[in-house]
């Protein structure tokens, strides 16, 4: 079966600070993992994917992460963050190696961003 | 192109009261998704459709919860009676591939 942690609840840090959230998973089919983003009363908004190919994944808002086979992890990086990236970061993994399979999601991690 | 549309926003019921839950998928996704998301969780899947089909209702609470989705496209989510755990947001999502995109939710208060 598949799962994902999300290793940190909370993410306090300044801006223009680096910041990482991590996540690690585990399945026992293809792996297709993905970087969500909720903002306060929104839906959740994709960030990136990765389906297979490179390991590094660019998305929006200057976002990026690393799939790790070995290690199981798809931690999402940002060099420099906004006081606007404060929002809550979901990392999902997919539940089945077919297209269209249904997500399996983290507890999340609240990315607080002050100046 | 219009995202995925749900209604209402939010609601607010007491407990045994029936509710549902309305959903438009972006046009032309095939697959549609509703999930539950507990307060400081992530969702879950309650049911996913390919066209009309429920392939996926494993997670669905089949005493209480039910849903449609006539003609492969809107969908409802309806739950008779309500119970005080049922509060919740439900998030609609549809996909075309292995992309989903989510509707806003719908925020249920059960009191």
């Known amino acids: 079966a598949q799962s994902v942690t999300q290793l940190d609840s909370q993410v306090p840090v300044f801006e223009e600070a680096p910041v990482e959230l991590r996540c690690n998973y585990s399945?026992?089919?293809?792996?297709?993992l993905f970087w969500y983003v909720q903002y306060p009363n929104q839906g959740l908004q994709l960030l990136l994917k990765?389906?297979?190919?490179?390991?590094l994944v660019k998305g929006i808002n200057g976002f990026e992460a690393e799939f790790n086979k070995s290690q199981t992890s798809f931690h999402l990086r940002k060099p420099s963050v906004h006081i606007s990236d404060t929002a809550e970061y979901f990392c999902a993994v997919s539940a089945g190696d077919q297209a269209g399979t249904a997500l399996i999601f983290g507890k999340g991690t609240t990315l607080s961003v002050s100046s | 192109e219009a995202g995925v549309v749900q209604s209402p926003r939010y609601k607010i019921i007491e407990k045994k009261q029936p509710v549902a839950f309305w959903c438009n998928p972006i046009s032309g996704h095939n697959t549609l998704y509703w999930y539950r998301q507990n307060l400081g969780q992530g969702p879950e899947l309650l049911i996913r459709y390919e066209n009309e089909e429920a392939v996926d209702d494993s997670q669905l609470p089949k005493d209480r919860f039910s849903a449609e989705r006539l003609k492969g496209v809107d969908s409802t989510l309806k739950i008779q009676p309500a119970e005080l755990g049922d509060s919740a947001v439900y998030l609609c999502?549809?996909?075309?591939?292995?992309?989903?995109?989510f509707g806003p939710g719908t925020r249920l208060t059960v009191l």
């Open positions: 990765y389906l297979s190919g490179s390991t």
């Open positions: 399945s026992s089919v293809s792996v297709y």
């Open positions: 999502a549809s996909s075309l591939m292995n992309e989903q995109f």
